[in-house]
């Protein structure tokens, strides 16, 4: 039955009885209903979301490998596509730490260049996936485990193929060694995107203690000064040997191509030798082979392959200003200590007094280890053999460059920091103000002298 009589005219839809429009109730806006493709994004399967970010990262740190190779065979007239391809597929499992078994021997050098892309790919690929998945904010530990090691599992897949492939009578890989390379590999990559996208990290930072979090940063600091003293060094080693390695690289007869090849793998290998010219500064060293060692003592080498990268090795031990050399690794800890002393002793509202020597201190010492760490596991992945017989040994020892690393940086931390301590004492700045009355703001005018304004009748 209708509630409008015959006398009322009919309301048009959409009109209420106040002649307001819908929506609004008491002058209050009322949202209006979402639809149901508004609701909420569409989330991707989590199998397909990671396969698709692994291959992704697969192909894009494949594909500089294939053309580097590539231009070496292809420039020799002796290779093939087919030939060309193949040798990018182990290429490209020799940076990930995966060793191929040649006729001359096992090799196992890795291309860091290679896993620092390869690495970066993966990170990406641990962003977009958990992005894909809705993860993104969630501040859930379990998803970002569970992101890597999705896109972990499908890199191993692809690593495992990869080795299929390139397994023949002269190239012999291991498919499950490769599986489960790339599997550890890929899921420490995607694990340092997915916390950062899902906020994990965050979350393990604001509950870190704070002294950790400040030896953490200053140790991190130190190693990145120190890496980037031996990348300083070891490109001022190449560039007064420029002459002998042009030489070297003229030698292989390839041609344009080829010669440009062989330098884009000399330049890959350019972190390997940043971080034995790290090793070389901090005094262990590294070796060319067995038996050799490179150290500012004792250079023994012997003969060398005719690799350009080398023709940036001393021809003997240092001697005069180059024994100048030993201090930098402690001038980097001393570095990253300063800044940390100058960090926390900034004044921060009425804390005037500043940190205490035990809250500096502390962060100073704990940048040691951590340096230790790095520096190790950077030396580590830096060696390892180029073949069989006097060139199996290639690299400097992981924990000897460690330990020297802790005890010289942990020293100059120290040393630092106490010194922005001291010196931020004895500055006038450092000392509380005295409160003194303000004078009043302008000057006082005197007061005129104004004749009495006569009475209104």
């Known amino acids: ?150 896109v972990g599992i499908g890199y191993a897949l692809f690593g495992v193929l990869a080795a299929l492939l390139v397994d023949s009578a ?24 997915a916390v950062r996208t899902t906020g994990v990290a965050g979350l393990l930072v604001a509950r870190a203690p704070t002294v950790l979090r400040d030896g953490v940063r200053t140790g991190l600091v130190a190693g990145l000064l120190l890496l980037g003293a031996g990348a300083g060094a070891a490109g001022l080693a190449v560039a007064t040997g420029g002459g002998d390695a042009a030489d070297l690289i003229g030698a292989y007869r390839t041609g344009v191509a080829g010669q440009a090849g062989i330098t884009l793998i000399s330049l890959a290998y350019a972190p390997n030798a940043t971080v034995w010219s790290s090793a070389y500064l901090l005094g262990p060293g590294f070796a060319v082979g067995t038996g050799t060692a490179v150290r500012t003592s004792e250079v023994s080498v012997g003969s060398l392959p005719a690799v350009p990268l080398l023709a940036g090795l001393p021809s003997g031990p240092v001697d005069g200003l180059g024994a100048a050399l030993l201090a930098v690794p402690v001038l980097a800890g001393m570095t990253a200590g ?82 922005a301590k001291v010196l931020d004492r004895s500055s006038p700045a450092a000392r509380p103000p005295v409160d003194r009355p303000r004078p009043p703001l302008g000057r006082p005018r005197p007061p005129r002298d104004r004749p009495p304004r006569p009475a209104r009748d």
């Open 170 to 193: 002269g190239l012999r890989v291991s498919p499950v060694r490769s599986g489960l390379t790339l599997l550890f590999f890929g899921t420490l990559a995607a694990l340092v995107g």
């Open 1 to 150: 039955m209708s509630s409008t009589t015959p006398d009322q005219p009919r309301r048009p839809a959409g009109v209420r009885a106040d002649g307001r429009p819908p929506g609004r109730a008491g002058g209050a806006r009322v949202p209006a209903p979402r639809r149901p493709e508004q609701s909420g994004r569409s989330r991707a399967p989590l199998p397909v979301a990671a396969g698709v970010a692994a291959a992704g990262a697969a192909l894009t740190s494949y594909l500089p490998v294939a053309l580097v190779l590539g231009l070496a065979q292809l420039s020799e007239d002796a290779g093939s596509m087919v030939g060309a391809l193949r040798a990018g597929l182990a290429g490209w499992l020799l940076g990930h730490g995966v060793p191929l078994q040649t006729t001359a021997g096992p090799l196992g050098l890795v291309p860091l260049a290679l896993s620092a892309l390869a690495f970066w790919r993966l990170c990406r690929a641990g962003v977009h996936t958990s992005r894909a998945v809705g993860a993104r904010g969630g501040r859930s530990p379990r998803q970002a485990i569970t992101v890597a090691v999705a």
């Open 338 to 419: 300063w800044l940390l002393g100058r960090r926390l002793l900034r004044p921060d509202g009425d804390d005037r007094a500043g940190p205490g020597w035990s809250a500096l201190l502390g962060p100073a010492a704990l940048a040691g280890p951590v340096v230790g760490l790095a520096v190790g596991l950077a030396a580590a992945a830096s060696g390892g053999p180029l073949g069989g017989g006097r060139l199996a040994e290639i690299g400097p020892v992981p924990w000897q460059v460690a330990a020297v690393a802790t005890g010289v940086v942990m020293v100059g931390a120290l040393l630092g920091a106490a010194t």
